[in-house]
């Protein structure tokens, strides 16, 4: 999203919650700390700033922490909001979607100038969830069955945002982000082993079974659940559309699954075994 934006000619400042967070900042982006949670904090953080791109991590407070940022946005005057929403926001009543639902509502009840990006599933997210049983067991778990998923790189949105930013026309604007081909896990596994040199398998568990699964290395409650009630939003038909959203706005196509996965094959080869 930096990149895209600084790439554009825009000055951007990236805000972050704490000055460990920020040792990240990319050069020539200026770091500014704060906590979605502390509302004058957040103002401090937008003096100077006229366009904010709004993401927030995927926690229950979510409702809570972005209104914050609309609030505060709104005393700033800020020309130009694009939220980033989720895939099935106004048409899944449960979990991630929902949440984000909520945020969408209170938006576009503001008097901020908004566009609303709701992003399929993240290609970044096989890596980040399933690459490291992969590497280890050359299998991955999840309770898709045969749903397809138009799964998009990250650095794409990050185009797509910048796009939005740079045109007024797309302002007041909903648009839903998908990749170029909607896939189910099968296929997906096959797509894995082929720049992987050796096979994978999906392994398709009864959510009952993936729930204990979650629990057991760790995972919160409430974040087990709503994963699962995010799966069934694709396995009732969410979450397989292709469409010509991105490439209308981007002026290309986006990443093609085969392509970030050549990019990123080292994070899904064998682990060796230890001495």
């Given amino acids: 999203m930096l990149a895209a934006l600084m790439r554009n000619g825009h000055p951007v400042k990236a805000l972050y919650r704490s000055p460990k967070d920020a040792v990240a900042v990319p050069p020539g982006v200026e770091a ?20 904010v791109f709004l993401v927030c991590a995927p926690v229950p407070q979510l409702v809570e922490l972005e209104s914050n940022v609309i609030q505060a946005s709104q005393k700033a005057g800020i020309q130009h909001l694009v939220l980033n929403s989720a895939l099935g ?95 189910n896990y099968d296929e997906v596994a096959e797509r894995i082993a082929r720049v992987r040199g050796r096979a994978v398998r999906y392994v398709d568990l009864p959510p009952e079974q993936l729930r204990k699964s979650m629990l057991q290395s760790g995972m919160p409650q409430w974040q087990a659940e709503a994963l699962l009630e995010l799966q069934r939003y694709y396995t009732e038909g969410g979450g397989g559309q292709v469409d010509d959203v991105f490439a209308n706005v981007v002026g290309r196509q986006p990443t093609s699954l085969d392509l970030f996965l050549k990019e990123f094959a080292g994070k899904f080869a064998q682990q060796a075994a230890s001495a």
């Fill in 89 to 183: 926001a106004g048409t899944f009543n449960s979990s991630f979607p929902s949440w984000h639902a909520q945020v969408e509502a209170i938006l576009k009840r503001s008097t901020i100038p908004y566009s609303i990006i709701r992003p399929n599933s993240f290609m970044q997210n096989l890596i980040t969830y399933y690459a490291p049983t992969i590497r280890t067991q050359a299998a991955f778990y999840a309770s898709m069955g045969k749903a397809r998923v138009s799964f998009i790189d990250t650095r794409d949105i990050g185009e797509f945002v910048a796009k939005l930013f740079s045109d007024a026309r797309h302002q007041g604007q909903t648009f839903e982000l998908n990749g170029p081909e909607a896939l």
């Fill in 32 to 51: 500014v700390i704060a906590d979605f949670a502390d509302l004058p904090a957040v103002q401090r953080a937008l003096q100077g700033v006229d366009k």
